[in-house]
Every structure is written in structure tokens, then in C-alpha cells.
């Protein structure tokens, strides 16, 4: 059975940094391209990242680019997130995912506030 | 980036009722297109992928169509536990593009 684990979340100050992490079970993170999407609250799903198979090919959003990072370790077979220059207009539940296959986290929130 | 318009954003109806979702693509993609249901306080689950097939599992009361631009999600029969807020998702082309969402609510 295959299941996402984010972890991460939490508050943080405008300006500051956080690194979210997706722990993969019952298949291998490098064997699919996987996702993060995020959901404001009360808000629809946004697409925020995505890393290819290869992972060497990464693709973000207009409005992170330049301030998320998309990375894997294999060896963990773990996702990550690594957001920096945070925004009040970040703050969202992150949620990991490959959504063409229909799996996804629970998610791990994110509130950027001072 | 393609831009995807989901109509109504939101619908009232009632158990037994049709309903009928479009989702318009800003250019061609294809059938690049999934559909997801989303209840609340839960994270997404894909109904159909392709544009058309549905997902194992799903219930056949669910349908897909479209190529191109236009896409429809179809509820044949709606049933209590259908209320939720659906997305259609493009994946022909980068940047990832999600419609807006539209709301199922009970009449």
C-alpha cells in the first residue's frame, strides 16, 4: 500500500524558512514523478512543484520559483520542500503528492505570520 | 501557463439528481486531464484520470468526457456521500494547473 508522510509545518515568520519532508512508503520516490500541492485555507488546490523521474528535471509555480527548492534523497526514499523567503500568501496546507496515480498525503500545514 | 475554468464554482442538487461539471482548458491539451473529489478536512481522491477512465474503485455512477479544451465530469445519480468540491487537473504541459473547484452542495 503506498502512503505519504509529510512532515515539517509549522509556524514561521515572514522572511524565514522551513523544509517539508514527505516520507514514501510501499513503492520508491524515484520511480514516479512526485508532486507538492498546496490549499489555502478555504481556498481551492494550487500546484507547487513538481520533480521528474530523472531528478534532474524540477518544475515550480510562478509564484514560488526562486524560493522553493524540490529535492528527493533516494536512500530515504523521501520527498522534500525546502521553502525559504516565506510569505503570508504561503501559508497553506502542504500537501505531497502524485496525483495523476491518486496518492496523496494528509498534509502538513504551514503558517507564515509574525 | 494553461489556464483551466471550472463551471458552475458551485451547484445545488438533490440525491438521484444528474449533475454535470465542465472544465474548459485555455488551450488544447489533449486528454491530459484528471478529475479529483475533495471532502472536507480530507486530502483529494482521483475519480478519473486520462480525461475518461475511471479509477478502480470509483463508482460507475461517475463519468468523464472531453479532448481538446472542453471536459465534463458527469454524476448520474447523485448520492449523499457525492456532496464535496471537485478539480479537474491538466497535465499536458508545465506549469501543473488545477480549475478552481466547484462545490456540490445538497438542495
Known amino acids: 500500500e503506498v502512503q505519504l508522510l509529510e512532515s515539517g509545518g509549522g509556524l514561521v515568520q515572514p522572511g524565514g524558512s522551513l523544509r517539508l519532508s514527505c516520507a514514501a512508503s510501499g513503492f520508491t520516490v524515484s520511480s514516479s514523478a512526485m508532486s507538492w500541492v498546496r490549499q489555502a485555507p478555504g481556498k481551492g488546490l494550487e500546484w507547487v512543484s513538481t520533480?521528474?523521474?530523472?531528478?534532474?528535471?524540477?518544475y515550480y509555480a510562478d509564484s514560488v520559483k526562486g524560493r522553493f527548492t524540490i529535492s528527493r534523497d533516494n536512500s530515504k526514499n523521501t520527498l522534500y520542500l525546502q521553502m525559504n523567503s516565506l510569505k503570508a500568501e504561503d501559508t497553506a496546507l502542504y500537501y505531497c503528492a502524485i496525483t495523476k496515480k491518486g496518492y496523496w498525503g494528509q498534509g502538513t500545514l504551514v503558517t507564515v505570520s509574525s | 501557463a494553461i489556464q483551466l475554468t471550472q463551471s458552475p464554482s458551485s451547484l445545488s442538487a438533490s440525491v438521484g439528481d444528474r449533475v454535470t461539471i465542465t472544465c474548459r482548458a485555455s488551450q488544447g491539451i489533449s486528454s491530459a486531464l484528471v478529475w479529483c473529489q475533495q471532502k472536507p478536512g480530507k486530502a483529494p481522491k482521483l475519480l478519473i484520470h486520462d480525461a475518461s477512465t475511471l479509477e478502480t474503485g470509483v463508482p460507475s455512477r461517475f463519468s468523464g468526457s472531453g479532448s481538446g479544451t472542453d471536459f465534463s465530469l458527469t454524476i448520474s445519480s447523485l448520492q449523499p456521500e457525492d456532496f464535496a468540491t471537485y478539480y479537474c487537473?491538466?497535465?499536458?504541459?508545465?506549469?501543473?494547473?488545477f480549475g478552481g473547484g466547484t462545490k456540490v452542495e445538497i438542495k
Open positions: 520533480i521528474k523521474t530523472s531528478g534532474e528535471n524540477t
Open positions: 487537473q491538466q497535465f499536458n504541459s508545465y506549469p501543473l494547473t
